[in-house]
């Protein structure tokens, strides 16, 4: 009888803590706002800003950007395609999304015009325009 009750406790004690940890993993990423600008990863990984004089010719052979943001962090930004970062290299941006690390996934990016943002991108968006090509496709 006492065997049973040992495994019982051992197993709602291992139930338990797997109930736990996706909720403090979850608590470590949440959503925030960062301010800053987008720039080549190289440029930042080596404590420099991307050329402003020579931003195209920059922008051939930088492989990646982050947001480097006004607290002097940098994050990589993993769902956000090339074409999209490269586009708005050197520009004030806002992104909304979670940030883990070195990374953030993004959930919206704003792009500064005068004094306020302007949506850009976000990921809703992108999922339905990745839906609609599909279903574009098959559907001839």
């Given at each position: 009888?006492?065997?049973?009750?040992?495994?019982?406790?051992?197993?709602?004690?291992?139930?338990?803590?797997?109930?736990?940890?996706?909720?403090?993993?979850?608590?470590?990423?949440?959503?925030?706002?960062?301010?800053?600008?987008?720039?080549?990863?190289?440029?930042?990984?080596?404590?420099?800003?991307?050329?402003?004089?020579?931003?195209?010719?920059?922008?051939?052979?930088?492989?990646?950007?982050?947001?480097?943001?006004?607290?002097?962090?940098?994050?990589?930004?993993?769902?956000?395609?090339?074409?999209?970062?490269?586009?708005?290299?050197?520009?004030?941006?806002?992104?909304?999304?979670?940030?883990k690390?070195?990374s953030?996934?993004?959930?919206?990016?704003?792009v500064?015009?005068?004094?306020?943002?302007?949506?850009?991108?976000?990921?809703?968006?992108?999922?339905?325009?990745?839906?609609?090509?599909?279903?574009?496709?098959?559907?001839?």
């Open positions: 009888m006492k065997k049973i009750d040992i495994y019982k406790k051992s197993l709602v004690l291992v139930v338990s803590v797997a109930l736990i940890m996706p909720a403090v993993a979850i608590a470590k990423t949440h959503t925030a706002t960062f301010k800053g600008t987008i720039q080549g990863a190289l440029c930042v990984l080596e404590g420099k800003k991307c050329p402003p004089d020579d931003l195209d010719a920059h922008l051939l052979i930088e492989n990646n950007f982050v947001l480097l943001a006004s607290s002097g962090k940098y994050y990589y930004m993993p769902n956000i395609s090339r074409n999209v970062k490269a586009r708005y290299a050197g520009k004030d941006v806002q992104i909304t999304g979670k940030a690390g070195e953030i996934i993004v959930d919206k990016l704003e500064k015009e005068g004094d306020k943002y302007k949506l850009i991108w976000t990921k809703e968006k992108q999922k339905r325009d990745i839906i609609n090509y599909f279903e574009s496709i098959t559907m001839g």
